[in-house]
T-cell receptor, first 119, second 109 residues
């Protein structure tokens, strides 16, 4: 089946630094990828939709200048948390959707997630 | 009203028990429905899609009631390994997936 790989799995950084997280679709092309954030004991919250070759679409309340998304190819999207602060510590998960005809949604595949801890 | 709502949980059940989770959604244009399972500190993984006619996969049965905008998941003969958070996911046509808050299940020995 389709696989989405995310890297790094864990990252600890100092406050004020920037952290880049990569999301790759390994055996299918993903024109659209999604970035989520999940705080402990809470559900996934969609941060932004990453579109290959164009600007990402951010959800309300998500700062686009803080969470930079680049989707340079059909298999890679990156999320950069700029000037990270302790409140940015969270579980960041990417996903990509396999395609189906007729506009119906294919299965959503998730990366393994990246746990960010900002000291 | 939230787009997708689920039983608040947690559900603590003994091994072998049957447990049912409920989910309601507000967008009547929703086309696709799924149950995902998420283990602690892991990414969600697809458990099963939900079809209009209802579908079964081993010990798991999913039902969809479009008129009531209601989805259910039934787990029979629960195992310790079933302990996880179960996420109801709804996909309105042409829109992004919407996740419910999840219902946590703990199967006790």
């Amino acid at each position: 089946g389709a696989v989405v790989s995310q890297h790094p799995s864990w990252v600890i950084c100092k406050s004020g630094t920037s952290v880049k997280i990569e999301c790759r679709s390994l055996d299918f092309q993903a024109t659209t990828m999604f970035w989520y954030r999940q705080f402990p004991k809470q559900s996934l919250m969609l941060m932004a939709t990453s579109n290959e070759g164009s600007k990402a679409t951010y959800e309300q309340g998500v700062e686009k200048d803080k969470f930079l998304i680049n989707h340079a190819s059909l298999t890679l999207s990156t999320l950069t948390v700029t000037s990270a602060h302790p409140e940015d510590s969270s579980f960041y998960i990417c996903s990509a959707r396999s395609g189906l005809a007729g506009g119906l949604a294919g299965e959503l595949f998730f990366g393994e997630g990246s746990r960010l801890t900002v000291l | 009203r939230k787009e997708v709502e689920q039983d608040p949980g947690p559900f603590n059940v003994p091994e072998g028990a049957t447990v049912a989770f409920n989910c309601t959604y507000s967008n009547s244009a929703s086309q696709s429905f799924f149950w995902y399972r998420q283990d602690c500190r892991k990414e969600p993984k697809l458990l099963m899609s939900v079809y209009s006619s209802g579908n079964e996969d081993g010990r798991f049965t999913a039902q969809l009631n479009r008129a009531s905008q209601y989805i259910s998941l039934l787990i029979r003969d629960s195992k310790l390994s079933d302990s996880a958070t179960y996420l109801c996911v709804v996909n309105p046509y042409g829109q992004n997936f919407v996740f419910g808050p999840g219902t946590r299940l703990s199967v006790l020995p």
